[in-house]
């Protein structure tokens, strides 16, 4: 096949001096524009660091709710997406797996980033306090099922963090 290529590229340049070309117009793929490869998914991805991701959240939820939610709002976000800014699972979103970011000011598309993911995680817990969740049971609870004070509803992940395993 190369060689019959070859022999057409160079049957399609009349004169000697385009022979040159014509080798280079064969090796080039005869035209055909070539799309550079993807990166890995690895590059395609910006991950940031795992540390962090745990200082913005510390900063965000010092400034917004308290230094004393800190430890809780980190079992969140490693229990939701193992600090994954871009996480996804069906229609939650985010660090925090926001199913509603709009409910907080942030976007789908935003709380898919590191920032917005947060912004939102911790709009949800200042909700969270204000529906009454004085502990950090209360408030992994409200994360997860909506309502400080539900019983029965708390997913397994859940239980078991609030178990202290």
Do not use: D
Not at 25 to 31: L, P, V
Not at 77 to 100: D, H, L, Y
């Amino acid at each position: 096949m190369k060689r019959l290529i070859l022999i057409l590229a160079l049957c399609l340049t009349p004169a000697v001096g385009h022979a040159q070309n014509a080798l280079e117009w064969a090796a080039g793929g005869m035209g055909r524009i070539v799309q550079p490869l993807r990166p890995a998914a690895a590059e395609r991805r910006a991950v940031e660091p795992r540390g962090a991701i745990q200082t913005m959240i510390a900063e965000h939820v010092s400034a917004r709710i308290g230094s004393q939610w800190v430890s809780t709002a980190l079992r969140i976000a490693k229990i939701e997406s193992g600090f994954r800014c871009n996480a996804r699972n069906g229609r939650a979103v985010g660090i925090f797996q926001n199913t509603r970011p709009e409910a907080f000011g942030v976007s789908r598309a935003a709380a898919l980033t590191c920032e917005g993911g947060i912004r939102a995680g911790v709009a949800h817990m200042a909700r969270c306090i204000a529906m009454g969740a004085r502990t950090p049971s209360q408030q992994m609870t409200c994360h997860n099922t909506g309502n400080p004070f539900a019983r029965g509803r708390v997913e397994r992940a859940y239980r078991v963090a609030l178990s202290g395993g």
